[in-house]
């Protein structure tokens, strides 16, 4: 079975563009969570959605981040316009219910 | 104060050691505790739940504390493939579906 599939792997862009990370989550599951990673500040969670819902965005940093979840199989984090502290790894997961939380691969966005 | 917080690290030991990792929660309405292992440049996986009466699997035993709202974890025999990072995880509050991981603590086993 495929896992939770994020794209892109990775980004390079330039400060004031647009970037448009996406995801499928697993097949059947309920919830969806866009968590981001640093150094700094470790994995911080930027909203979930329950079945395709957004419950909880209050980790959303600014207006400049917007997520949305269209249906079950796919969602989208954008940045507009992005800047370079934006620059982390941004993970997707998906559980069903409340079980096993299960992560992508990760996109990996650098902002000069 | 952090919602989750875990040992700063890194834990450096030898081979065949026991190593134990504790976080703290914020939050004594939260019900549901689990610890994730991430390797280097990789995605978090789910290493174990950490149930009320603390369990066991294999060389690793989770325990929690609820009147302390404390976690730990053991790792026993300590291998070269447990070097990694190990995140506390808890669900904020009555909110079950929000999932709060910690800082992550890092282990390096060497032989």
């Known amino acids: 079975d495929a896992g939770v599939i994020q794209s892109p792997r990775h980004e390079v862009t330039e400060m004031g563009q647009e970037v448009t990370l996406r995801c499928k989550p697993i097949?059947?599951?309920?919830?969806l969570f866009w968590y981001r990673q640093t150094m700094m500040r470790g994995l911080e969670l930027l909203i979930y959605?329950?079945?395709?819902?957004?419950?909880?965005d209050s980790g959303m940093p600014e207006d400049r981040f917007s997520a949305k979840m269209p249906n079950a199989s796919f969602s989208t984090l954008k940045i507009q316009p992005s800047e370079p502290r934006d620059s982390a790894v941004y993970f997707c997961?998906?559980?069903?219910?409340?079980?096993?939380?299960?992560f992508g691969e990760g996109s990996r966005l650098t902002v000069l | 104060r952090k919602e989750v917080e875990q040992d700063p690290g890194p834990f450096n030991v030898p081979e065949g050691a026991t190593v134990a990792f504790n976080c703290t929660y914020s939050?004594?309405?939260?019900?549901?505790f689990f610890w994730y292992r991430q390797d280097c440049r990789k995605e978090p996986k789910l290493l174990m739940s950490?149930?009320?009466s603390g369990n066991e699997d294999g060389r690793f035993t989770a325990q929690l504390n609820r009147a302390s709202q404390y976690i730990s974890l053991l790792i026993r025999d300590s291998k070269l493939s447990d070097s990694a990072t190990y995140l506390c995880?808890?669900?904020?509050?009555?909110?079950?579906?929000?999932?709060?991981f910690g800082q992550g603590t890092e282990l390096s086993v060497k032989p």
């Open positions: 997961a998906s559980r069903q219910h409340i079980g096993e939380l299960f």
């Open positions: 097949s059947g599951h309920n919830s």
């Open positions: 959605f329950n079945n395709n819902v957004p419950i909880d």
């Open positions: 939050n004594s309405a939260s019900q549901s």
């Open positions: 950490v149930y009320s």
């Open positions: 995880v808890v669900n904020k509050g009555n909110q079950g579906g929000k999932l709060i």
